[in-house]
């Protein structure tokens, strides 16, 4: 029986054998929620270290088409994540979507700015002189809040007014910091608590801009494909989906 017993694989087992740390580039709009959700996962897995870098997709994408030392990638859209499997640095098997996110209009709370009555057109008022948006050349967040202005019919009046945060995690740094008067960023970090007693804002109309699906994928690169899939497992598991809701994240069959 002892000779049956050792030749059966486990998953737990295969957990301790493997190298046990799990890289992971995740978009900066995740890192309020994922570093919640980390903490879970970690006390869930004591044996799996978990190292989170944030950044734009779009530049983690270039990064990873280099090979660059990740083993999971979450990114803020599912085109991205596509890419790799289509340039076959990863398998269409280890791909999948975990949540759909949203944009917002955000000013301090100081603001005089009636952002929740005005809407898109708050960033008419002639109290805006910069507007902050993360960078849409590589920030999915970016491109939502530029076809956002453009299906409400402001982009032309404001474009010049536009500063570009190299993530949306940044375009919101700069309304905090006074480097702007607005910004549009996502709905989590608006939720988060370094945030959400420090200003108002209005939630941008779900027809006016494309819906934000998120997804991620496990690069075949990746040191331990066990301890990846656990952790992409987690984050789609309903401890992962409560905390990502908490933030404002839908989930992808709603």
């Known amino acids: 029986m002892s ?18 740390d799990v890289r992971v580039a ?14 879970l996962f970690r006390a869930r897995h004591p044996n799996i270290k978990l190292q989170i870098t944030y950044g734009s997709s779009g530049n983690f994408y270039a990064q990873l088409s280099n090979h660059a030392p990740f083993d999971v990638f979450l990114s803020a859209d599912v085109d991205y994540p596509h890419r790799l499997v289509r340039d076959g640095l ?6 999948f979507v975990y949540g759909v996110g949203r944009i917002v209009i955000w000013v301090p709370r100081s ?32 491109r939502a809040a530029e076809a956002a202005m453009q299906s409400m019919g402001v982009y032309k009046q404001v474009k010049d007014r536009l500063v570009l945060g190299d993530t ?6 700069f309304v905090e910091s006074g480097s ?8 989590s970090h608006a939720l988060a608590p370094s945030l959400r007693d420090k200003g108002r804002f209005w ?36 401890e992962g989906r409560t905390i990502l809701r908490r933030f404002g994240f839908e989930s992808p069959e709603e």
């Open 203 to 238: 939630e941008v109309p779900l027809d006016a801009y494309p819906r934000r699906v998120q997804g991620g994928v496990i690069l075949s690169w990746a040191q331990s494909r066990s301890a990846a899939a656990a952790l992409r497992d987690f984050i789609m598991g309903e």
């Open 180 to 187: 702007a008067d607005i910004g549009i960023i996502s709905r």
């Open 26 to 39: 995740a978009a900066a709009d995740l890192k309020f929620a994922l570093d919640e959700a980390a903490d």
């Open 111 to 142: 603001s005089s700015i009636d952002v929740e009555k005005l809407g898109m057109q708050s960033l008419l008022s002639p109290d805006v002189r910069k507007i902050a948006i993360a960078n849409p050349r590589h920030a999915p967040y970016g």
């Open 168 to 173: 949306v995690l940044q375009a919101g740094q």
């Open 3 to 20: 000779a049956i017993l050792a030749g059966l694989w486990y998953p737990d087992a295969a957990l301790a054998a493997e190298p046990s």
């Open 90 to 95: 990863a398998s269409e098997g280890d791909e």
